[in-house]
């Protein structure tokens, strides 16, 4: 065997050894891909999770909210200013879901998990209110977005966590 014969040789192992290197370092990205999105969208839900827990360990935010919802003309201004500032601070992680979710970083079906949320909360009469004052505080993409779900939805009565003074 001669030299050249040797070096074609040594290329082709070589070629194949840079191939199989490149298919390794893609699975591995794409592993790390996967794992970081699957950590921001728990991080997400948790978040999501924590406020909902916020009101449940708070009797006085509870009645806040749920009078916020239904007679938001009844809130003295200490209380509107906690409600609005729950809210804002619930719908600023929530705006954060929706760019994730544009960027690709967030799956579909953790979104609607999400989104179903606004048309019933924000679609409150008290939720329209402080929508109608807060939103400026929001990403456009995120202000739009509510906006078009807002004009299909129509006005939420019953809201599926916190009932209607009507009901208890």
């Not at 950590?39 to 406020?51: D, I, K, Q, V, Y």
């Not at 456009?140 to 939420?156: E, N, T």
């Amino acid at each position: 065997m001669n030299w050249d014969a040797l070096g074609a040789i040594a290329e082709f192992f070589g070629a194949v050894g840079v191939i199989a290197t490149l298919i390794y370092l893609s699975i591995q990205v794409r592993v790390n891909t996967k794992a970081t999105k699957d950590e921001a969208t728990r991080s997400l839900m948790l978040a999501n999770s924590e406020a909902a827990m916020d009101a449940a360990k708070d009797a006085e935010l509870a009645d806040i909210i749920q009078r916020g919802f239904y007679r938001p003309g009844e809130l003295t201004p200490a209380e509107q200013a906690r409600y609005n500032l729950y809210f804002f601070s619930y719908y600023n992680q929530v705006d954060y879901a929706y760019e994730r979710f544009l960027e690709g970083e967030l799956d579909e079906r953790s979104w609607n998990k999400i989104a179903k949320e606004i048309p019933a909360y924000i679609g409150a009469p008290g939720g329209r209110h402080w929508w109608a004052s807060d939103k400026v505080r929001f990403s456009s993409a995120f202000i739009a977005y509510v906006d078009d779900v807002l004009s299909k939805a129509g006005i939420a009565s019953d809201l599926p966590t916190v009932p209607s003074p009507s009901q208890g």
